[in-house]
Nanobody
Framework: VQLVESGGGSVQPGGSLRLSCATS????????LHWYRQAPGTERELIAVSVRPDDIFYALSVKDRFIVSRDSAKKIMYLQMNNLKPEDTAVYYC?????WGQGTQVTVAS
């Protein structure tokens, strides 16, 4: 099992980014996948759970701003992040079971 995140970067407040989580070694169609983030000095925070492509749960901190989608043909999960705020600055990780990606840094600053 391997997870590889990409798409992080620096953006101004109010901007958007789309993160990708490329997966291998899993049954993507049925896998329950998660997005987490971790800001410096804080614990890792669960921000979204994708139970099925159309069955997704969001943390209140990102609800109505972030959107999770899945491409079953490519086995990639996406995290579309809109209206980004400085408090969204963190390393973002995707997770499946006990497997984590390496993370991708998102920085939101003027």
């Amino acid at each position: 099992v391997q997870l590889v995140e990409s798409g992080g970067g620096s953006v101004q407040p109010g901007g958007s980014l789309r993160l990708s989580c490329a997966t291998s070694g899993i049954d993507f169609t049925t896998a329950v996948l998660h997005w987490y983030r971790q800001a410096p000095g804080t614990e890792r925070e669960l921000i979204a759970v994708s139970v099925r492509p159309d069955d997704i749960f969001y943390a209140l901190s990102v609800k109505d701003r972030f959107i999770v989608s899945r491409d079953s043909a490519k086995k990639i999960m996406y995290l579309q992040m809109n209206n980004l705020k400085p408090e969204d600055t963190a390393v973002y990780y995707c997770n499946y079971d006990n497997t984590w990606g390496q993370g991708t840094q998102v920085t939101v600053a003027s």
